[in-house]
């Protein structure tokens, strides 16, 4: 599929287009520091810190599951471009990468995790990059939040299994954690359906389409690959009103 290529998804009697693009980000530069004290599990993370973290240098910390969770900053960077002054409530936030992006370009964040020390592994990190001041930081189960929580875009990250996820052939949303990503998927409806979803490049993009004609009324959507130094990392899904919306 090209880049600008629009193709027709029937559902229902009804047409929806999405668009899928290819985009490529470059590297962020920061100063190469010594080598931390890390677990063999993520050396290459931490080799990779720059592309994470371009503030890395200045007192960012992770924890081992942060260091394979994290959102590329180019690429979170890019999520942040397309939600531009809105409200925006990410909820599996984990040590803070999206969020501290959202802050910079957005109107406000709310930033949900579960566990507590990624909270407070995201608070730390968004006080290095001076945007503590606005994100709402909650710990919580975003499924039973959700039915009150209230925002313009609802970004969802949720974790991909470890970086085990590389080993599947098609990755598939029944292997999304805590939930299935049809659940997922469902909690954020409730809360808006301008939906961003960043999931593994092996997606079965069919199931991604399929999220889009299975809602009422169906939702338009559209794929985008994201690139680092020519590295594919994964791709994103806007959904509704943030799709086709070029920042």
């Known amino acids: 599929m090209t880049a600008n290529e629009r193709v027709a998804v029937q559902a229902s009697h009804s047409r929806r287009l999405k668009k899928r693009k290819r985009v490529k980000l470059k590297r962020s530069r920061g100063k190469r520091g010594d080598c931390a004290i890390i677990s063999p599990l993520v050396k290459k993370y931490w080799l990779q810190r720059y592309h994470l973290f371009s503030r890395y240098d200045e007192g960012v910390e992770l924890d081992e599951e ?48 579960i566990d507590p020390q990624k909270i407070a592994l995201a608070l730390h990190n968004a006080k290095v990059y001076g945007v503590e001041d606005r994100i709402d930081f909650v710990v919580g189960d975003f499924f039973q939040l959700a039915p009150s929580l209230k925002g313009d875009v609802v970004y969802l990250s949720p974790p991909w299994g470890g970086p085990s996820y590389k080993m599947i052939q098609q990755f598939n949303l029944d292997l999304l954690k805590p939930k299935d990503g049809y659940s997922v998927f469902q909690a954020a409806q409730r809360i808006t359906p301008n939906i961003v979803m960043f999931l593994p490049r092996n997606m079965d993009l069919s199931q991604v389409e399929e999220l889009s004609w299975l809602s009422s009324p169906p939702l338009h959507v559209e794929i985008e690959e994201n690139y680092v130094d020519g590295n594919f990392k994964g791709i994103t899904a806007y959904f509704s009103n943030v799709a086709w919306r070029e920042a």
């Open 66 to 113: 942060g260091w394979y969770s994290v959102t590329p900053e180019e690429i979170a960077i890019r999520h942040a471009e397309r939600c531009r002054g809105k409200t925006v409530i990410d909820c599996f936030a984990g040590v803070g990468g999206n969020a501290i992006q959202f802050a910079i370009l957005c109107r406000h964040v709310i930033a949900i995790d």
